[in-house]
């Protein structure tokens, strides 16, 4: 059986193989979490011009300390021409160009004007003192942004301020998303016994969005191979297929059958994990094909370990991974060797520790366990023991 490490390697050396999504150029106001194709370069400087910092008053350092006259005021918005001459200041607010002349600015709170405002003392202070200088920040053909990074607050805010009203992203993959099983039924439908809610679905379709993707939901497919080999062609088109469940090793497991009906080769089968050992990944031409298990639990897991790097990278992004931190584990751990363990935990905070407080009941069918659960403990195939108040690897998903 492959380790989560190799399954992770093959998956992504196939998807580097076929290469990112087309891209598409959207406008700033949709590009919010997309990924960028190409390092965004500065056409314009940062500031554009010296500005001040501060309200208070523009004036000569070489005239400081000093009563000065004080011949007017400059606004944001209001560009002043007449230059700040030797013996005077000009009030200037914050964001405000800097006078020609000026080359300092005192803030008001160290200024003492006269009653009538027609002058103004002021201490020392050294040339460029709360002036923002032009291109301090940003210095044109910068790259401000690098190619492959996601579009947060920050990112979208630089590239406004240069100008970028449109940006060029990778497309999103069109996921399409087939629940299989006999006894799966739509939630609109009350259960007869024997049948229960299709939820995976449910679980897929918001993780595959959270992740970027646009997922489609093709429904329900009965266990019978026939019509899994065609729902499967048809899904060919699609830029990933995820199906759940029917990839164990059960007499009416029939996903693998019919992938190789509809002439898919498997790449790999089975991992040594849990939740989630039955994985079915293949290639259907460029469209990964993700064979996950029916079990919501071990399909959100497998989901998160091998579908969601996989979207992203088809998006472009140069960082697919989930940030990971040791967290302690108070009451400890103990698994048998041979396959690692992925512990569903909620965080809290105590100083500089995270403390995992593990979902008591693990079973992949107990999705009441991933309600809350912002870390996932990996535990390695070869480790048999976290001694209580120990530390574990923990995968941080993102906060709810
Ligand atoms: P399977 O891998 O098809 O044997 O399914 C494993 C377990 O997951 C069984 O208990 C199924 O009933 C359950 N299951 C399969 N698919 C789903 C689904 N889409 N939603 C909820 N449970 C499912
Ligand atoms: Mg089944």
Known sequence: MLTVDEARARIGAQIRTTGRLDTERVPIWEARGRFLTAAWLAGRALPAWANSAMDGFAARAADLPGTLVVTGAVAAGHPRAEPVAAGTAVRIMTGAPLPPGADTVVMFEESHATADGRHVTLPAAPV???????????????????????LDAAALALIAALGGDHVEVGRRPRVAILSTGDELVDVSVT????????????????????????????????????????????????????????????????????????????????????PGKPLSFSMAGATPVFGLPGNPVSTMISFELFVRPTLLALQGAADTERPRAPVVLPAGYQKPTGRAHYLRARLQRDGERLIAHVAARQGSHMMSSMVGCDALIELAADVTEVAPGGTAPALLLEAR
């Not at 460029?128 to 996601?150: I, L, M, Q, S």
């Not at 809610?197 to 329900?220: E, T």
């Open 191 to 274: 259960p007869r016994p024997g049948q229960i809610v299709d939820s995976s679905a449910h679980a897929l379709r918001a993780l595959c969005a959270d992740a970027g993707a646009a997922p489609s939901y093709l429904g329900v497919i009965p266990d019978r191979r026939d019509e899994l080999a065609a729902a499967l062609r048809q899904a060919r088109d699609y830029d990933v297929v995820l199906t759940t469940g029917g990839v164990s090793a059960g007499d009416f497991d029939h996903v693998r059958g019919a992938l190789a009906d509809a002439g898919v080769v498997e790449d790999l089968w089975k991992v040594a994990m849990k």
């Open 128 to 150: 460029g003192a709360h002036v923002r200088h032009a291109g301090e920040d940003v210095a044109v053909g910068d790259a401000v942004v690098p190619a492959g990074a996601r």
